[in-house]
């Protein structure tokens, strides 16, 4: 239903790991399915909202935000960990969910997005013949 596409997430993973760095990912996400929806939480903490791009192309879903750095040119920085740029995450969204009426709302640095699952792919009910009654055609 709902794939994350970045294959060299865990090569980067692993190489962090082997070199004793532990970096925090950019743009981390939780996703769950609920309600008839998939639902989707981007922490984008200092992200300027003007800045976070969404779009959803066939069924890949892209976000696209920028942080850009509060040290002025010149000062003496002391600790840098924040990352700042551009950061992208790419999901596949797969065909049972509807893309067409995805909803985003970001509010207090955390984009948060429902995606609504496909009619034709919500369980439903099937009514079962008895006896003589109904035949099956083949």
Same mark, same amino acid.
């Given at each position: ?7 060299? !997430?865990?090569?980067? +993973? ?6 004793? #760095?532990? *970096? ?15 639902? #989707? ?5 200092? #992200?300027?909202?003007?800045? @976070?791009?969404?779009? @959803? ?5 892209? $976000?696209?935000?920028? +942080?850009?750095?509060?040290?002025? /040119?010149?000062?003496?920085? #002391?600790?840098? /960990?924040?990352?700042? %740029? ?7 969204? %797969? ?5 067409? !009426?995805?909803?985003? $709302? ?7 997005? *429902? ?11 099937? /009514?079962?013949?008895? %006896? %003589? ?6």
């Amino acid at each position: 239903m709902l794939m994350r596409t970045d294959p060299f !997430h865990e090569l980067d +993973r692993l190489t962090q790991l082997f070199n004793g #760095v532990q *970096r925090p990912a950019a743009m981390p996400m939780d996703a769950w399915r609920e309600d008839g929806s998939v639902w #989707v939480k981007f922490d984008l903490p200092g #992200v300027d909202p003007d800045s @976070v791009d969404l779009s @959803v192309e066939e069924d890949m879903l892209t $976000v696209q935000a920028e +942080r850009k750095p509060e040290v002025k /040119e010149g000062a003496d920085v #002391v600790i840098s /960990e924040r990352p700042t %740029g551009t950061f992208t995450r790419q999901l596949f969204l %797969g065909e049972n969910l509807d893309t067409e !009426h995805i909803e985003a $709302v970001y509010d207090a640095g955390v984009l948060s997005l *429902r995606i609504p699952v496909a009619e034709q792919a919500k369980p439903r009910k099937i /009514e079962i013949g008895t %006896g %003589g009654s109904k035949e099956l055609q083949s």
